[in-house]
């Protein structure tokens, strides 16, 4: 399973940026995708997750400012980053739990990650 992520970049303080990642290969259904970042030197942490019926979940560091959503087949992420302050500023990492389409086996996966920068 591949989980390409994107969208990420530089942006001043109360900018915006939308994060978008895609899953593809052997996967039967996804139960949840979500978005956690890390600071160089720190634990990666949670930032949203969404579940395949779509009930998500914020860190509260990013409620009402960011809003995680999933298309309708449920393949692709994406999280709407508004208001943007420096110490969102890491690299976001697109996640999946999910079930294997020929072994039935639950499995979870990282995407590669994407750097946001947010200057003051």
């Known amino acids: 399973v591949q989980l390409q992520a994107s969208g990420g970049g530089s942006v001043q303080a109360g900018g915006s940026l939308r994060l978008f990642c895609a899953a593809s290969?052997?996967?039967?259904?996804?139960?949840?995708m979500g978005w956690y970042r890390q600071v160089s030197g720190k634990q990666r942490e949670m930032v949203a997750t969404?579940?395949?019926?779509?009930?998500?979940d914020y860190a509260d560091s990013v409620k009402g400012r960011f809003t995680v959503s999933r298309t309708s087949n449920n393949d692709q992420l994406y999280l709407q980053m508004n208001t943007l302050k420096p110490e969102d500023t890491a690299v976001y990492y697109c996640?999946?739990?999910?079930?294997?389409?020929?072994?039935?086996?639950?499995?979870?996966?990282w995407g590669q990650g994407t750097l946001v920068t947010v200057s003051s």
């Open positions: 996640y999946a739990e999910y079930r294997q389409r020929y072994t039935g086996r639950q499995r979870s996966a």
């Open positions: 290969g052997d996967i039967s259904a996804i139960n949840v």
């Open positions: 969404i579940t395949d019926r779509n009930m998500a």
